[in-house]
């Protein structure tokens, strides 16, 4: 590695802070800081797509909320373009203005949180009942409906 590759290296660990991470093994991090060092190995590499494969997945709530901001951040500051997958419908319509919702392999809908996150559809691909409420300020909530059972 020369200098300029070393430089990109502190600046990608700088923008995920993971700086203080440097000297630790990668197997004693916690699944967020491991998160946010795959990032930063990525950025390093200065792309212009980032994508993810279920980044969120087994982090508590606030370590998916730290990784999704920093995601977002990427795209707004450095003109990234992120895709990801994600089973959390919640969290991809609070931070990805456009969805595409797949079904079996196959594309079911593609557009903004309201046009994908819609009961008939959601009901659909995921073949069990469901709620989608929007509170007073726009978040969604995605949830499924349990089903009344007949007592035996």
Do not use: W
């Amino acid at each position: 590695m020369n200098d300029a590759d070393n430089r990109e290296i502190d600046h990608a660990m700088e923008y995920t802070d993971t700086l203080e991470l440097r000297e630790r093994l990668y197997t004693e991090l916690s699944g967020g800081e491991k998160q946010r060092v795959i990032i930063a190995m990525a950025l390093a590499q200065e792309p212009r797509l980032l994508m993810l494969d279920e980044p969120t997945a087994h982090l508590d709530i606030n370590h998916r909320l730290e990784i999704l901001e920093l995601l977002e951040k990427l795209n707004r500051e450095r003109g990234l373009t992120v895709l990801m997958t994600s089973h959390d419908l919640n969290l991809a319509a609070e931070f990805f203005p456009q969805l595409v919702l797949m079904d079996r392999g196959r594309i079911a809908a593609v557009g903004t949180p309201e046009e994908t996150l819609r009961e008939d559809l959601l009901e659909k691909v995921y073949h069990c009942k469901l709620s989608v409420r929007r509170d007073e300020s726009g978040v969604f909530s995605v949830s499924p409906r349990r089903q009344k059972r007949a007592m035996s």
